[in-house]
């Protein structure tokens, strides 16, 4: 079973930057499409970012865009997210997750009806 492992959040001030990492297990048919999720206190679980592993396919939600960036490490089977400007709004639980590689289009990885989960990690930003 595919297993993904998280890492990379903490507590930064509103305006800096993390980056967490994610580390895929394996890749099923050779690529997959990977995404994070975050899930604030009392709030729904949102889809933030995703990416096509076999190609340069990326997809993100309105609130981060031109604050955050997804990019791939394949040859360490790692999933980045760069999140700079950061503000209270992005405290949350940050989880990874991993599908098929058609969930990357048409955005069904949105859904959050992914196959596979992370644990998740703790980003806290403070004003």
């Known amino acids: 079973e595919v297993q993904l492992v998280e890492s990379g959040g903490g507590s930064a001030q509103a305006g800096g930057s993390l980056r967490l990492s994610c580390i895929v297990s394996?890749?099923?048919?050779?690529?997959?499409?990977v995404a994070w999720f975050r899930q604030a206190p009392g709030q729904e679980r949102e889809g933030v970012a995703s990416i096509y592993t076999g190609g340069d396919l990326l997809d993100y939600t309105d609130s981060v865009k031109d604050r955050f960036t997804i990019s791939q490490d394949n040859a360490k089977n790692t999933v980045y997210l760069q999140m700079n400007s950061l503000k209270p709004e992005d405290t949350a639980v940050y989880y990874c997750?991993?599908?098929?590689?058609?969930?990357?289009?048409?955005?069904?990885?949105?859904?959050?009806?992914?196959?596979?989960w992370g644990k998740g990690t703790l980003v806290n930003i403070s004003s």
């Open positions: 394996e890749y099923t048919d050779d690529s997959m499409c």
């Open positions: 997750a991993a599908g098929p590689t058609g969930y990357c289009f048409g955005a069904h990885w949105s859904t959050g009806d992914m196959h596979y």
